[in-house]
């Protein structure tokens, strides 16, 4: 009987301090930039919202983070597969690599694409000679949201391609399907889940990437500048409930998404 008090003791105890640690880094926080975004009152808000360079920097945050998006399901299921099916020098490290965005500061990475592609790079010059510029417009942008949500598709894919039975592949071949066709009709349905939850998650961080971004961007108001640098603006300018209203659009996106991409994955468990 004792044991069991303990016991249950033991299981509230652990389940409080749970919950307690969610409410406290995820809950409140949240709640405060919705709090926070209606400060100033609905009209502020609308205002806030209705911003040409407020609604333009999050339309062009969705344009680029959706091109990023899709650069990195189409690169991040590629990459999965040669590294699920294929077994060649190096491929435990470029395993790891794989996950270097998520270790590495998002700064440094910005910084990185600054010295490797800037005006003053060898890619830098050749770009300029052909008439086009990198850094500081949006292609930067996009090879810096590309950077940052790199492992995503790549990670989810990855096991759903080592799940797959062999014997669906060898039955299709079989049958006299051809390689593109047995990738079409048997492969690729098993692991679009794992494409769409990956592209989700892609898609959810780039909306909110700024370090590797405001290094890369020029953050010139219409052209350059995306959402996450526009808050921080509104931050420095003392306008937190301005700040706070773009950011209300960015968590309902996110919260959105991550609602589609549990859907997603319980439909693709239950197939």
Known sequence: MTALIRHKGWMWGFRSTILLYFAV?????????????????????????????????????????????????????MIAWVLTRYRFPGRTLLNSLVDLPFALPTAVGGLMILLLLGPGSLIGQAAEALGFEIVFHQPA??????????????????????EIDASQEEAAYTMGASKARTFLRVILPSMSSGIISGGMLAFSRALAEFGAVVLVAGNIPGRTLVASVFIYGEVESDNPAGA????????????????????VQQRGRRG
Not at 60 to 76: A, E, R
């Open 141 to 162: 942008i996009v090879i810096a949201m590309v950077f940052v949500t790199f492992p995503f598709v790549i990670r989810t894919v990855q096991p759903l391609l080592e």
């Open 25 to 77: 880094l995820i809950v409140l926080p949240v709640l405060g930039v919705y709090v926070q975004s209606l400060s100033a009152g609905w009209g502020h808000f609308a205002a806030s919202l209705l911003d040409p360079i407020a609604w333009k920097a999050v339309f062009l945050t969705l344009k680029l983070g959706m091109i990023s998006t899709l650069i990195n399901i189409l690169i991040g299921t």
């Open 244 to 263: 706070a209203a773009v950011s209300v659009v960015l968590l309902t996106l996110s919260f959105a998404i991550l609602w589609i991409m549990n859907r």
